[in-house]
């Protein structure tokens, strides 16, 4: 892709920057406004700190193992969340999607369900869980385990007709069928659904972790208002947010090893 | 039932009982019949093909005997080993050819049937490609390498060749009349295409109503010319079976590429490409 933006661009006029540098310009442009708006004082550093007192609070909470202790709390709850989430979502989505009958018992009940804001959960997750760490893992599976579900169960019933027909004829088993034909027509749509859950799941976790946390990359930020630390608050976030890039990264890498067969993917 | 002398031919052959036996199938779709009391034999190692307008039945009788439609009223005597090619190659995308091929061949040696397979189709050089990268008549190969494998006794052929070019066609026509050969399956090719049907079938079967209405045997022999007298005649004598006017076709479509390239050319005769010479395809 840089190829062909760097071809462009000679093709105009040539700037002699490397085109990831260009694309990085007004971003860094706008730090450095940033930067010199505070220190020159037009900026008050109460509503925003300065892109260097950022820098050294975050110095400041990796040198003293803060960040990360409440980094691995936050990871551990969306971890428990989604593997809760995905596996729940994956098994309705296996059993609605591979029989009529399950279509039937589970399918109604779970699209009346989805269009419930499950955030909206969190005070009676509260009264039936407590404060402890189950009403934030609950709350992120329960908001993973829909987009996993809706995107598998679709994934399962798309998978191209004509291609299990002929496959049919061949003297597959039903588990055959289903193991070496369906799911894997339908991982596509299960990774589509997966994106979407990681960034379901990393909103819960913001909203969990700030209702009656005693840790976690949420409770960071919110014992961070208290002191009056915009430098730490702005960590926590562009923590959700490389955290939530990781992610989708780790989703990218399974579609390009997982999905080679598609032409998108195939280089000969 | 003594049989004093050794048998010659191969076992299929030699068994006169049809490989396929057909009687007085039935099948509704709600108020509309589609298969009318419609019997049918096939012998063992015949290449027949079924002709008839679109609606006549045909893909469904095709679609009974591959087993893809619930068992319908009649009585229905079919081998094991079937298979079918379909217009569409219908390869499973995320499997790789070889793979393909292989799916659901219980042998050990699958992997080598496989690959033999699809050296008989003249395809080993994409035997680990990726289906989505495999051109129309590739993809079509692959399928028939696919069928091949099964060692069927009757190779269903839903309208194979109707979606590929026209020399790709002449091509798989080819293939097919050298790999029936080679195994000698009974095939029913379901088609649209009388000269199709000429070149490559001992017996036209043509269907209407639901019904069998008429069946011609082919008695040309082989390797068949869309010039010769008798394929001219039979032509004739099937398109009108079919209800269609020839001389109004005549005005109005245009030529088969093979009637072509004859009229272009001065041989006496009428020198068209024969079916044998498109037998033996630069693969």
């Known amino acids: 892709m840089t190829a062909v933006t760097a071809t462009r661009g000679t093709g105009r006029r040539s700037l002699p920057l490397p085109a990831g540098l260009r694309r990085c310009a007004v971003p860094l442009a706008l730090l450095v406004l940033w930067q010199a708006s505070v220190g020159l004082g037009w900026i008050s550093t109460r509503s925003v700190p300065s892109p260097s007192q950022i820098l050294s609070a975050f110095w400041e909470l990796t040198v003293s193992g803060e960040l990360a202790v409440h980094l691995l709390v936050s ?41 419930l804001p499950h955030l909206a959960l969190v005070p009676l997750f509260i ?28 994934g399962i019933r798309t998978v191209d007709a004509k291609v299990v027909e002929a496959v049919s004829t061949l003297g597959l088993t039903r588990w055959e069928l289903i193991a070496q034909v369906i799911l894997p027509g339908a991982l596509p749509a299960f990774l589509t659904g997966l994106r979407y859950a990681l960034g379901v799941a990393w909103l819960s976790l913001v909203v969990g972790e700030q209702i009656n946390a005693s840790s976690g990359i949420g409770y960071l930020a919110m ?39 598609r032409p998108a993917f195939i280089k000969e | 039932m003594s049989h004093a002398l050794p048998r010659i031919s191969t076992p299929s052959q030699s068994d006169t009982r049809p490989v396929v036996s057909v009687r007085g199938l039935v099948r509704n779709f709600g108020a509309v019949t589609v298969l009318d009391g419609l019997s049918l034999d096939l012998q063992p190692g015949s290449f027949t093909a079924l002709l008839g307008r679109s609606g006549c039945g045909k893909s469904t009788l095709l679609r009974t005997l591959a087993r893809l439609d619930p068992a319908p009223e009649g009585a229905v005597q079919l081998p094991d080993e079937r298979a079918v090619v379909f217009q569409e190659p219908r390869l499973v995308p995320w499997m790789r050819v070889l793979r393909n091929v292989t799916l659901g061949l219980r042998h050990a040696d699958a992997e080598a049937r496989g690959l033999a ?37 009757l190779l269903l052929l839903d309208e194979p060749f109707a979606a590929l070019d026209a020399l790709t066609r002449l091509r798989m026509q080819a293939l097919v009349e050298t790999l029936w050969h080679a195994h000698a399956p009974a095939v029913l090719l ?94």
């Open chain 1, 75 to 115: 990871l551990a709850r969306v971890s428990a969340g989604l593997a809760i989430g995905v596996s729940a979502g994956t098994v309705c989505a296996l059993i609605a999607g591979l029989s009529r009958r399950g279509e039937d018992a589970l399918d109604a009940l779970l699209q009346m369900l989805r269009t």
């Open chain 1, 223 to 261: 014992t961070a208002r208290e002191f009056l630390r915009t430098d730490v608050i702005i960590v926590a976030l562009i923590v959700y947010a490389i955290l939530g890039l990781l992610a989708d990264l780790i989703v990218r890498v399974i579609e390009r090893s997982t999905l080679v067969w």
């Open chain 2, 117 to 153: 397979a699809l050296a008989e189709v003249g395809l080993s050089h994409r035997a680990h490609a990726w289906p989505l990268t495999l051109s129309g008549g590739e993809a079509q190969r692959a399928a028939l390498a696919r069928a091949l494998v099964r060692e069927p006794r």
């Open chain 2, 190 to 283: 379901v088609t649209h295409d009388v000269d199709e049907a000429l070149l490559l079938a001992d017996r036209a079967v043509m269907m209407a109503n639901g019904r069998i209405a008429a069946d011609i045997p082919i008695p040309l022999t082989r390797p068949r010319r869309h010039g010769d007298p008798g394929f001219i005649a039979l032509r004739s004598r099937l398109l009108a079976e079919l209800g269609v006017d020839e001389e109004h076709l005549a005005a109005r479509e245009p030529q088969p590429v093979e009637t072509r390239a004859a009229g272009a050319n001065p041989a006496p005769g009428g020198f068209a490409l024969p079916a044998g010479a498109a037998a033996a395809p630069s693969l």
């Open chain 1, 127 to 154: 009264l039936w869980f407590g404060i402890g760490e189950t009403p934030k893992i609950a709350l992120v599976a329960l908001g993973t385990a829909f987009p996993i579900y809706l995107n598998l169960f679709a």
